[in-house]
Nanobody, 122 residues
Framework: VRLMESGGGLVQPGGSLRLSCEFS????????VAWFRQAPGKEREGIAS????????QYLDSVAGRFTITSDFFKNTVYLQMDDLEPGETADYYC????????????????WGRGTQVTVSA
């Protein structure tokens, strides 16, 4: 199983970015995929996931309504559309996969990408 994130970069407060997680070694009807982020000096937190069993999306409360997780079964890619970004959301963003129902626990996902950096700054 391999996952690779892309799409990070510098964005102004209030701006948008779309992250991509391209994967191999599994299909979206078997594994759940989640997005996590880790800011300097802080713990890694789960922000969005999409379930492999029923496609249900879950979000961290602070990003609900601004972030959207979607998937493309045939492209083996999961996306995270991030709108109205805030400076406090500067972090390394990771995608992860595992045989679970989704959710925000890092322990549920044994497979991880290397991350992509997002900087929100004027």
């Amino acid at each position: 199983v391999r996952l690779m994130e892309s799409g990070g970069g510098l964005v102004q407060p209030g701006g948008s970015l779309r992250l991509s997680c391209e994967f191999s070694g599994f299909t979206l009807d078997t594994f759940s995929v989640a997005w996590f982020r880790q800011a300097p000096g802080k713990e890694r937190e789960g922000i969005a996931s999409i379930s492999g069993s029923d496609g249900r999306a879950q979000y961290l409360d602070s990003v609900a309504g601004r972030f959207t997780i979607t998937s493309d079964f045939f492209k083996n890619t999961v996306y995270l559309q991030m709108d109205d970004l805030e400076p406090g959301e500067t972090a390394d963003y990771y995608c992860a996969a595992g045989y679970c129902v989704g959710g925000a626990s890092t322990r549920a996902y044994p497979y991880w990408g290397r991350g992509t950096q997002v900087t929100v700054s004027a």
